[in-house]
């Protein structure tokens, strides 16, 4: 079966521009979660997607958005950005949710901002 | 203070030491999962419990749901242990996560 995938790997972008990620989960998963990660705050919760609806946000500003589409890919979005939003962004996939069923990971995109 | 704290920040060891890792929670939780991030970035993950004890391989965890406590335990430890192990708890359908254990272990 295959793991949970990320595309693109690596990207540059500049500061003001906007930029979309996607993630493929684990077949029959239809729960996705995204994830930042940077040095200084470690790995935060950003948002999970359940069957093309929002389940749980995480306190990040409103230029960070996603979508779920019917075949449980997923999609976020950073509008307008800043610096500080260099990081690894992260998905996660599992059965139905993050509280009692594993995670599985997808390899990561970092995202450089300049 | 964080809702998951973990101890050590760093760790270093001779390879077949025995190693613990400990983590420490201030929330409700419905599981806590043991990841497992080598450089690079890509995470596994390595337990998910909800209570008592789970074993793979060299790897052991255990958890108290009492005392709000979990530990990860790596019998005869080896270089290709060498990763940064994070907690992570879930509560109120979303993960979070501790600041991680550096773990370096030398031939």
């Known amino acids: 079966k295959a793991g949970v995938t990320q595309t693109p790997r690596y990207l540059i972008k500049t500061r003001g521009q906007q930029v979309t990620l996607s993630c493929s989960p684990i077949?029959?998963?239809?729960?996705v979660s995204w994830y930042q990660q940077t040095p200084g705050q470690g790995l935060q919760f950003l948002f999970e997607?359940?069957?093309?609806?929002?389940?749980n946000k995480g306190n990040f500003p409103g230029r960070f958005s996603g979508r779920q589409f019917s075949n449980s890919r997923s999609e976020m979005n950073v509008s307008t950005l800043e610096l500080g939003d260099s990081a690894l962004y992260l998905c996660?996939?599992?059965?139905?949710?993050?509280?009692?069923?594993?995670?599985?990971f997808g390899p990561g995109t970092r995202l450089t901002v300049t | 203070k964080n809702e998951v704290e973990q101890s050590p920040q760093n760790l270093t060891a001779q390879e077949g030491e025995f190693i613990t890792i400990n983590c420490s929670y201030s929330?409700?939780?419905?599981?806590l999962h043991w990841l497992q991030q080598h450089p690079g970035g890509g995470i596994v993950s390595l337990f998910m419990?909800?209570?008592g004890k789970k074993k793979h391989g060299r790897l052991i965890a255990t958890i108290n749901i009492q005392e709000k406590h979990s530990s990860l335990h790596i019998t005869a430890s080896h270089p290709r242990d060498s990763a940064v192990y994070i907690c992570?708890?879930?509560?109120?359908?979303?993960?979070?996560f501790g600041t991680g254990t550096r773990l370096q272990v030398f031939p």
């Open positions: 996660a996939s599992s059965w139905t949710g993050t509280r009692i069923y594993e995670q599985y």
């Open positions: 077949s029959g998963h239809r729960s």
């Open positions: 997607y359940f069957s093309e609806t929002q389940r």
């Open positions: 929330v409700g939780i419905s599981a």
């Open positions: 419990l909800s209570s």
């Open positions: 992570a708890v879930g509560s109120t359908d979303k993960l979070i």
